[in-house]
């Protein structure tokens, strides 16, 4: 199992692999899957703006497009491009994709592999607007 250290250093890495050409701002995540698995995701731009991808939308569409249903934990990594990471939270439309997913206890990472602090999808998203309201 990964550790949680180790979740913010794949998501360091993914961040490496941003393509932010136009807002320069640079994100990854790392998602671990309960299969043990674990998808990386960059933030996708494009000229059109509106076409942009987040770093976390891309890790889950990954997975779940491989099959993948029930997730452990997600590190996010994020900041302007040329500084070191320091905090980035996740965008509100981030936080519905991973409230489709996970329950409210799902654990999400923030901050830099040196220092990060783990939050609750409830914290980040009180009064969530899931299936149970269909
Ligand atoms: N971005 C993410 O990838 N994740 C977030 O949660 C915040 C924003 C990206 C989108 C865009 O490419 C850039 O950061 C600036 O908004």
């Known amino acids: 199992m990964i550790d949680d250290k180790t979740l913010m250093e794949e998501a360091q890495k993914a961040r490496g692999r941003s ?7 640079r994100v990854g995540a790392a998602l671990l899957a309960k299969s043990g698995k674990l998808y990386t995701g960059c933030n996708i731009e494009n000229a059109a703006y509106s076409a942009t991808v987040c770093a976390e939308r891309t890790a889950f569409f990954k997975a779940v ?4 249903r029930e997730f452990e934990a997600l590190a996010i990594v994020g900041g302007k491009e040329g500084e070191t990471s320091d905090f980035c939270a996740p965008c509100g439309v981030c936080r519905q994709v991973i409230a489709e997913f996970c329950p409210k206890h799902f654990k999400i990472l923030l901050g830099n592999p040196e220092k990060f ?17 269909l």
Do not use: N
């Open 65 to 68: 497009s491989e099959g993948e």
């Open 19 to 25: 393509y932010s050409p136009y807002s320069h701002f």
């Open 117 to 133: 602090e783990a939050y609750t999808l409830e914290a980040l998203l009180p009064f969530s607007f899931t299936e149970k309201d």
